[in-house]
C-alpha cells in the first residue's frame, strides 16, 4: 500500500498570504490529523476529520482551517500568514475511529 | 489536560551501547501510547505501540512496557547502532478520536 503523501513538500509564502496543503491518506483510511511541528512548541495537534466531519480541534487561531473530501483527501488552510506560523506541517491517516496513525513525510512552510 | 514527558536530549551513545529514553505521562483513564521516531528531513515512523497496561510494544530491537503504576513507558534497546541516530518521540491517544499529545523529543546521535 502507497503510505501518506503530502504536497507540496516545500513552501515558500510571503506574510499575510494564504497557502493551502493538501494530504493523501492511505487507501482505506478515513480518518486524517493535521499536526504543526516548530522547534519551540514541538508537535502541536492542529485538528482531525473522519469521514468529511471535523471530530478533533487543537488550540490554534481560526486562521487555521481544513477539510475532507469524500475520498478522504484532505486539505488545510491558513489564511493571513504570519512568521510564526513557519513550520512543518505533518498529516497523519488511520484506518478507524480510534486507530494508530501513520504520517506523511510534512510540507514544510517558510513564511518571509 | 493529558501530557507527556520526555527526557531532555541529546543522547549521545557508542555503538553497541544499552539505550534508555524515560517517558512518563499525565492523563485520565487508559491511553494509547507510542514511540515514533523521526530521521532527517522526514515525517514520523511508527516505532512501536502499547495499548493497555502491561503491555510490551517491541520492534528492531526497540521494547517499551506500559507502566500503570508508574504512569512511564520507557524506551529501551539493547545494543544501537550508528542508523538509529533520529529523533524519539513519546506519544498518547486518549480520546474518542485520532488526537496525538507528545512528549518534546529526544536527539539520539550514535557514535561508530
Known amino acids: 500500500k502507497a503510505g501518506v503523501t503530502q504536497t507540496p513538500r516545500y513552501l515558500i509564502k510571503t506574510r499575510g498570504q494564504q497557502v493551502t496543503l493538501s494530504c493523501s491518506p492511505i487507501s482505506g483510511h478515513r480518518s486524517v490529523s493535521w499536526y504543526q511541528q516548530t522547534p519551540g512548541q514541538g508537535l502541536q495537534f492542529l485538528f482531525e476529520?473522519?469521514?468529511?466531519?471535523?471530530?478533533n480541534k487543537g488550540n490554534f487561531p481560526g486562521r487555521f482551517s481544513g477539510r475532507q473530501f469524500s475520498n478522504s483527501r484532505s486539505e488545510m488552510n491558513v489564511s493571513t500568514l504570519e512568521l510564526g506560523d513557519s513550520a512543518l506541517y505533518l498529516c497523519a491517516s488511520s484506518g478507524g475511529a480510534t486507530d494508530t496513525q501513520y504520517f506523511g513525510p510534512g510540507t514544510r512552510l517558510t513564511v518571509l | 489536560g493529558d501530557s507527556v514527558t520526555q527526557m531532555e536530549g541529546p543522547v549521545t551513545l557508542s555503538e553497541e551501547a544499552f539505550l534508555t529514553i524515560n517517558c512518563t505521562y499525565t492523563?485520565?483513564?487508559?491511553?494509547?501510547l507510542f514511540w515514533y521516531v523521526q530521521y532527517p528531513g522526514e515525517g514520523l515512523q511508527l516505532l512501536l505501540k502499547a495499548t493497555k497496561a502491561d503491555d510490551k510494544g517491541s520492534n528492531k530491537g526497540f521494547e517499551a512496557t506500559y507502566r500503570k503504576e508508574t504512569t512511564s513507558f520507557h524506551l529501551e534497546k539493547g545494543s544501537v547502532q550508528v542508523s538509529d541516530s533520529a529523533v524519539y518521540f513519546c506519544?498518547?491517544?486518549?480520546?474518542?478520536?485520532?488526537?496525538?499529545?507528545f512528549g518534546g523529543g529526544t536527539r539520539l546521535m550514535v557514535k561508530p
Open positions: 492523563a485520565t483513564g487508559y491511553p494509547s
Open positions: 476529520y473522519f469521514s468529511e466531519t471535523q471530530r
Open positions: 506519544a498518547l491517544s486518549n480520546n474518542a478520536g485520532n488526537m496525538l499529545t
